[in-house]
């Protein structure tokens, strides 16, 4: 788990005489960014930020509607019950590992164009034509919108997410209640809890709330609650809403036939049950703003990554993209990259919509992977290297835990590379194995084309200037 937090490694100091450097390397550029008081970033964000980001961005019912159609297509009702329930065990079991760590200091954009066009469809079924490019432009114009906040008022993220949350709680009251009070005929447990088991894409993005470690007022301590508190909050949630959603969907194989079921389900569902525009435009509105507020929080979240991995001289052009901008206390440099990889993933769209949907798949297995290396890393080293913790650590149970949460990862990692549909075609096929070896494959150039004579690990010794 690459961030700015604190952890207990060796200082860069001592590895350079161990290791050869160039006279003006990564690590001497980054030093002297980082030194400089104006690029410290500021103690902005608290646990309720956090917390209320994760629940929106990774833990949320809202993960499971961006993913309806994936499971509808997989295994129907069962894939949300079953997979979910597994997949939140595995979730809660790496937010510890993962929050262990981060105590010791170790497509969002799509879904707002998706969800506006899902209405737009139900709302003008005859006048409007449905183009990929709109989607497109809505992606482009939130982004705008993003970058402002985030560049010339960091700040608002706090309040933002707190309103993202709210809305979270209000929605799945209001959905749950529409749908159970609306829907005439229900499905059967036989069909919601006896279909072949499945897997579910939710609580991804588990480490978001170590991305702002930096500027977080108690980072040993908020970080590692916001992980487990927020998996344990939407396992509390968002099974409910799943049962919900499965009694109430309908036959399966009907609502994937709607105009509207590749890009939301959900709307279709609210629609059968209430035979009400309104309603459903009400419901989905709610959702929209959610999913706003998410990809203005994860353009800044990723922005701390770049930003992180600038300062440990592991990518190209380190000194800009470390660099922190002493006006508005923000990483005006890696915002903008960060803006510009959403754009230009989300270009695919237009030209092919299944490449697009193969590189989402892609994100959730090279998530899972991410996650997976680092408490492997743990494991083995927790006791040959004698690692300190900080003030939250699992204490004995640690290990155990450790190792269910890597061995379950690893599962769904291969389950959501398997093929989801047989015969396989290039319409159909699973293209998540695909694009996680391409990365690996690119990661592996970066690193013998760059990273080899730059990267020499995570800098400890200039980042002791954050500590208040």
């Not at 979270?168 to 209001?174: D, Q």
């Not at 959905?175 to 159970?180: C, K, R």
Request: with cysteine; proline share 5%.
């Amino acid at each position: 788990m690459s961030n700015s937090s604190e952890m207990n490694l060796p200082s860069r100091q001592n590895k350079k005489t161990a290791l050869p450097m160039e006279p003006e390397d990564a690590a001497s550029v980054t030093d002297k960014v980082l030194t400089a008081p104006d690029q410290i970033l500021h103690k902005r964000y608290n646990f309720t930020t956090l917390f209320a980001m994760f629940l929106s961005v990774s833990a949320g019912w809202e993960c499971i509607i961006s993913n309806l159609f994936q499971n509808l297509v997989t295994g129907g009702p069962t894939a949300l019950v079953w997979g979910f329930l597994f997949s939140a065990a595995a979730a809660q079991a790496m937010a510890f590992s993962l929050a262990e760590l981060a105590s010791s200091g170790s497509n969002p954009l799509g879904n707002v164009g998706m969800q506006i066009q899902s209405m737009a469809i139900i709302a003008y079924p005859t006048t409007y034509e449905p183009e990929r490019w709109h989607v497109f432009a809505i992606l482009l114009f939130t982004m705008i919108i993003a970058l402002c906040i985030n560049i010339f008022r960091p700040r608002m993220l706090h309040y933002l997410s707190v309103i993202a949350m709210t809305f979270h709680f209000l929605g799945f009251f209001a959905i749950t209640i529409v749908l159970l009070s609306t829907t005439k005929e229900k499905n059967s447990a036989k069909m919601v809890f006896a279909q072949p088991l499945n897997n579910s894409a939710a609580f991804m993005s588990i480490d978001n709330p170590a991305r702002f470690t930096e500027e977080t007022q108690n980072p040993r301590m908020d970080v590692p609650r916001a992980m487990v508190w927020g998996v344990a909050g939407g396992t509390v949630l968002t099974f409910p809403f799943i049962l919900v959603i499965a009694f109430c969907m309908g036959d399966p194989t009907a609502l994937l036939d709607s105009p509207i079921a590749r890009i939301n389900p959900l709307a279709q569902i609210l629609l059968n049950s209430t035979g009400s525009m309104a309603a459903v435009m009400a419901l989905c509105s709610m959702i929209v703003i959610i999913a706003f507020v998410v990809a203005i929080d994860q353009t800044g979240a990723i922005s701390r990554l770049i930003m992180a991995q600038a300062r440990d001289g592991a990518i190209p052009f380190a000194k800009t993209f470390a660099r922190i901008s002493p006006r508005w206390n923000t990483p005006i440099p890696a915002l903008l990259l960060s803006a510009a990889i959403q754009v230009v993933l989300s270009t695919v769209y237009i030209a092919n919509e299944i490449a697009y949907f193969g590189i989402s798949s892609g994100t959730i297995t090279l998530q899972a992977l991410s996650y997976c290396i680092p408490v492997a890393l743990h494991i083995w080293a927790r006791k040959r290297h004698g690692m300190e913790y900080g003030p939250w650590n699992m204490g004995r149970y640690g290990r155990l835990v450790n190792i269910f949460s890597v061995l379950s990862y690893a599962f769904l990692f291969v389950i959501m590379c398997i093929p989801q549909q047989y015969p396989v075609t290039t319409l159909n096929m699973n293209y998540a194995s695909v694009i996680t070896g391409g990365v690996v494959i690119l990661a592996i150039i970066l690193f013998y084309t760059w990273g080899r004579k730059h990267y020499f690990g995570h800098i400890i010794d200039v980042l002791d200037a954050t500590r208040e």
